[in-house]
Nanobody, 130 residues
């Protein structure tokens, strides 16, 4: 069974940090570009960050650039999202997704390109509150 499982969501104070992880099972992430998305209550899902399959090229939404860092560990079949300087605006359920194809070997999907992703996780809750 092909599956992505997110973890690391938690309650954190403004200004704090969290590290989200996305682990794949049933397939290897080596040839997949990966993305992180989030959905806040009452809002549409939005792209946060993406990373290419082979060379680690990245994209970030303007709202998180300089605060969030996406990385991948192909040996552990895992992708991470390091989130620093968290703000209440970052409150959301965070999802990871995997996109297969040679288009993404050296170029990450654009932030808004949700449709290119083949597999999605179930999400992990991030709550930023004092």
């Amino acid at each position: 069974q092909l599956q992505l499982v997110e973890s690391g969501g938690d309650l954190v104070q403004p200004g704090g940090s969290l590290r989200l992880s996305c682990a794949a099972s049933g397939f290897t992430l080596t040839h997949y570009a990966m993305g992180w998305f989030r959905q806040a209550p009452g809002k549409e899902r939005e792209g946060v960050s993406s990373i290419s399959a082979f060379d680690g090229s990245t994209n970030y939404a303007h709202s998180v650039k300089g605060r969030f860092t996406i990385s991948r560990d192909n040996a552990k079949n895992t992708v991470h999202l390091q989130m620093n300087s968290l703000m209440t605006e970052d409150n959301a359920v965070y999802y990871c997704a995997a996109a297969y194809g040679s288009s993404w070997y050296y170029q990450p999907p654009r932030i808004a390109e949700e449709y290119v992703y083949d597999y999605w996780g179930q999400g992990t809750q991030v709550t930023v509150s004092s």
